[in-house]
């Protein structure tokens, strides 16, 4: 058995990631730490996991996490990188959910994120965790950066294309994501009477996930040899729902006579959480509620070179802990999809 820690299991991905390591039969979750909730029943806070994980939190100071094999961060920005070197030197692998280590550069991170990086060095060492793109990599990773839940959404909407050198240089991508990707924090915006029968965009100027997305597009370009200067506006908006991601993605063709169609089903063909739908489909959010898939549906508009791409996903799972999972099961030379093959809640 592969034993698991999970740092900050009180907050939504870290709820996500308890659920479904919980189902999981080649791992035991043998700590999960909390800062407020320490000494307290893990199913006293989520009577969900009654009878299924009998833990109670724990500090981080607990030394049963150097007992682990892999530890799960699941903590706000800034917390993994003062941690993560010791774990590491322990020979500890790490998977963190925060954005910790998704950008490569050190400037572009203290720029986005208002904070100086505490371990700079580990940054390119870092692997992104994109599994249908940096699958090889992760498989031997000892440090992965979970990808955050817009990116995952685009970048999977734009692989076939970008990957292919098929498009243009200007894309336009319009994203909508539930409440709980703001977190679990007390926050009068987010209260329901705050943003029931409401909707509205908002990190116009400019998103935390816009320099990870741009990184992730080029990363794309140059395994594909496009050699575009990709020119992206990113618009994100909240919508009254609890979870779920919608990114609506409109770009240009270089040749409009290509079957995207069939570049997008051969791409995907093989991947087990990427679902394209049949020509003409629209995907709906509740598709994926509670999944680890990403269905995907690819509208060529007749007599022009546009394409617009839908791509739909759960933030907390997809988009935050079931992406882990998947990338965990990578690292450890299991099957893939196992702990993820839940079906979505329609209703």
């Not at 409009?256 to 051969?266: C, G, K, P, S």
Request: negative net charge; proline residues 4%.
């Amino acid at each position: 058995m592969i034993n698991i820690g999970v740092v900050g299991g009180t907050g939504y991905t870290g709820a996500e990631l308890l659920r479904l390591l919980s189902g999981h039969p080649d791992i035991n979750i043998h700590i999960v730490t909390s800062r407020a909730e320490a000494g307290r029943s893990v199913s006293e806070v989520f009577p969900g996991l009654r009878g299924r994980l009998d833990l109670q939190f724990a500090s981080f100071e607990d030394r049963r996490l150097w007992d682990c094999d892999l530890v799960f961060f699941a903590t706000p920005n800034g917390t993994a990188m003062q941690h993560v070197p010791k774990l590491l030197e322990k020979g500890i692998r790490i998977i963190d959910l925060a954005a910790d280590f998704r950008l490569q550069d050190e400037e572009v991170f203290k720029q986005w994120y208002g904070i100086a990086h505490a371990c700079p060095e580990l940054l390119k060492a870092a692997v992104y965790g994109l599994p249908e793109v940096n699958r090889e990599t992760i498989s031997k990773a000892s440090l992965v950066a979970n990808p955050g839940c817009y990116p995952t959404a685009i970048q999977l909407g734009l692989l076939p294309l970008i990957e292919s050198g098929r498009v243009t240089d200007s894309v336009i991508v319009d994203a909508k994501s539930g409440v709980s990707g703001a977190g679990r924090g007390a926050n009068v915006n987010n209260l329901l009477c705050e943003v029931s029968e409401s909707f509205k965009a908002y990190g116009v100027d400019g998103h935390r996930h816009t320099p990870e997305i741009h990184q992730g597009l080029k990363q794309m370009q140059l395994s594909g040899q496009a050699g575009i200067d990709m020119d992206l506006t990113f618009v994100p908006h909240l919508v009254p729902m609890i979870r779920g991601i919608h990114a609506t993605i409109y770009c240009s063709l270089k040749d409009r006579n290509i079957d995207v169609q069939a570049l997008f089903e051969n791409r995907f063909r093989n991947e087990p959480f990427v679902d394209v739908m049949p020509a003409g489909s629209h995907p709906e959010t509740r598709s994926v509620r509670a999944s680890n898939q990403c269905r995907i549906a690819v509208h060529h508009i007749k007599g022009c070179d546009k394409v617009i791409v839908l791509a739909v996903i759960d933030n907390l799972v997809k988009g935050a802990a079931g992406q882990a999972v998947q990338n965990m099961n990578i690292m450890f030379g299991l099957d893939e999809t196992c702990a993820l093959n839940g079906i979505a809640l329609m209703v």
